[in-house]
Nanobody, 121 residues
């Protein structure tokens, strides 16, 4: 059984910063890519950023230069450092991990429960 748990969301003023964290736990053999997605009210879930097991990163154009993803492989965690936040960054943020559970030969995608980020004055 695998679980992803996010933390660090909340309310921040425009121009402010937040750090989201996601910890993967359970019967994990190997974690491949990890990432963050977000879903604003009335919109589809969209990719924010991903990071591979060798620390190659990918960012949505809307967050390039403002957001930074990092991971700690020893702790099975991924972080999202968000700077210069804008009201349009308001959304529920979801952690994603592509991983291989122990005893399973395939990789699967797992999702966290989501965490609210609100950017407002």
């Amino acid at each position: 059984q695998v679980q992803l748990v996010e933390s660090g969301g909340g309310l921040v003023q425009p121009g402010g910063s937040l750090r989201l964290s996601c910890a993967a736990s359970g019967s994990i053999f190997r974690i491949n890519a990890m990432g963050w997605y977000r879903q604003a009210p009335g919109k589809q879930r969209e990719l924010v950023t991903t990071i591979t097991s060798t620390n190659n990163t990918n960012y949505a154009d809307s967050v390039k230069g403002r957001f930074t993803i990092s991971r700690d492989n020893a702790k099975n965690t991924v972080h999202l450092h968000m700077n210069s936040l804008l009201p349009e960054d308001t959304a529920v943020y979801y952690c994603n991990a592509n991983l291989r559970p122990i005893g399973i030969i395939y990789n699967y995608n797992y999702w966290g429960q989501g965490i609210q980020v609100t950017v407002s004055s």
